[in-house]
């Protein structure tokens, strides 16, 4: 299972509100939106654990939790999440966190000597650090693709961490989980012009920038479940 949060900050409220969306499987399938202050961590675990509850209905086969965040997550954020998880539902799947940097990176940058343009291939991750990563997305698939300036985005920046680090020193799942953030910004349906960071977090932003307007400090329970703000 996989639940996004992003953040949006409200330069005419002075404050930043944080959105979460759950989203069950590769096909861009969204449940459970909320909204809420960024300091306020405990309605942040609780609208994971909805979305936990929600899944394990269905697939009681899980076996670890994904989230996708918008900046290194703090022990003071992790921790209410981690309680309602493994003492509220008593779960011991493995909790994977898997940081985006939002801010492209500029400042570690990889070219294809190759190409004629410098850009990687769309898709093309390289290990930078201690589990963290640079991924390319961008509208280069193939030698005769030819991008528009426009279409240069800068790499994202991942970084990864669990509950159990011993996970991410399989291959095949740091592929998969850097693969779920590639595919991910493929389902951006706002717009046709490509993007480079994955809907987990362009959607829970875009609530987020939105919820300072709402009459009350909480979303209507009928704007939860669908994609209203696109």
């Known amino acids: 299972m996989i639940v996004g949060i992003g953040a949006f900050y409200s330069h005419t409220h002075k404050s930043k509100y944080v959105g979460s969306a759950s989203c069950f499987n590769n096909e861009g399938e969204f449940r459970g939106f909320d909204c809420f202050g960024s300091g306020d961590t405990i309605s942040l675990a609780g609208s994971i654990r909805k979305a936990v509850q929600t899944f394990l209905n269905t697939h009681p086969q899980a076996s ?17 999440i981690l309680d309602t998880l493994y003492n509220s539902l008593n779960l011991t799947i493995p909790v994977i966190v898997v940081t985006i940097n939002k801010t492209a990176s500029k400042e570690l940058l990889a070219f294809d000597t190759e190409s004629a343009g410098l850009m990687p291939y769309s898709g093309t991750y390289i290990n930078v650090g201690e ?21 240069y985005h800068f790499p994202v920046k991942i970084k990864l961490t669990s509950t159990h680090l011993e996970l991410l020193e399989e291959k095949e799942l740091v592929d998969l989980l850097i693969d ?33 307007y709402f009459k009350y400090d909480r979303l209507p329970d009928f704007g939860k479940e669908n994609l209203w703000f696109l």
Request: hydrophobic fraction near 35%.
């Open 64 to 80: 670890r939790l994904i989230i996708h965040f918008y900046k290194l997550i703090s022990k003071k954020e992790l921790k209410p």
């Open 131 to 151: 589990r963290e990563y640079l991924l390319f997305n961008n509208t280069r698939y193939d030698e005769n693709s030819k991008p528009t300036p426009k279409e």
């Open 180 to 212: 779920q953030v590639y595919q991910f910004s493929r389902m951006y349906w706002k717009s046709v012009s490509q993007q480079n960071l994955p809907v987990t977090l362009a959607y829970p932003e875009m609530v987020a920038e939105v919820f300072p």
